[in-house]
């Protein structure tokens, strides 16, 4: 897999500011392996009036999948689904999301301390993979039910965007142990992380996760 194969526009459902004012902040929210950008933009609406001020994307992952599914993408290939597999696989898609990501800063007149990455599953992963690398460091990095790639080898960070991970205690696509493996890693590189296992939640985001994405949001902004 090379980045030559992505579509590098990764067009997606956007939401404008709720203010109808100039953009201060973008987030940045990236769908899970099989769906698409319209999966995850209603939490930019739901996040919308405690940001009035934000833009909010959802670009499609810029692969399709390899097979049948209504359209859905994704961010690289799943197969074996082993930390290998996904460490390839994020690297692989790093680049096209990160030229993304300054494409979007610079037509916003913004640049990475306005920038907030949301993740939900392998867009999760990706959030990890490509905010933990970006030469300014983002605001913020918010993980819905992801794990992180690459754990092993995540380097000592200079400036790491503070994080959130949010995962449910019965998710059974991305076990719950991934939360606290990433944590510990993610610590260990000099990270700032608020973590949250939720009971009685699988692999999905319910009203607590989108409160405390909002929340930690809008901190991050402040």
């Not at 940045?28 to 099989?34: K, Q």
């Not at 930390?83 to 300054?102: K, S, T």
């Not at 913004?110 to 949301?118: F, G, I, M, R, T």
Request: charged content about 20%; hydrophobic content about 45%.
């Amino acid at each position: 897999m090379t980045s030559s194969a992505f579509n590098p526009s990764l067009d997606g459902p956007r939401l404008a500011p709720l203010s109808g004012g100039a953009t201060e902040q973008l987030v940045v929210i990236l769908h899970g392996y099989g769906a698409d950008g319209t999966d995850l933009i209603d939490l930019g609406r739901a996040w919308q009036e405690a940001l009035p001020n934000a833009a909010f994307v959802a670009p499609n992952a810029p692969e399709p999948l390899p097979f049948e599914a209504f359209g859905g993408r994704q961010w690289f290939a799943l197969e074996e689904r082993t930390p290998r597999e996904y460490e390839i696989g994020a690297q692989a898609a790093q680049p096209v999301l990160d030229r993304f990501l300054d494409a979007e800063l610079i037509s916003l007149g913004l640049n990475d301390a306005a920038l907030a990455l949301v993740g939900f599953s392998q867009g999760a992963m990706m959030t990890f993979q490509t905010g933990l690398r970006r030469k300014t460091p983002p605001a913020c990095l918010v993980a819905f039910s992801g794990l992180l790639p690459g754990i092993a080898a995540l380097p000592i960070l200079p400036a790491p965007p503070t994080t959130l991970i949010v995962h449910g205690a019965d998710d059974d696509v991305v076990p719950a142990y991934h939360l606290e493996a990433a944590r510990t890693a993610l610590m260990q590189a000099g990270v700032t992380v608020e973590a949250h296992c939720l009971d009685d939640l699988g692999h999905g985001i319910d009203e607590r996760g989108l409160i405390l994405g909002r929340q930690f949001l809008e901190k991050a902004f402040l």
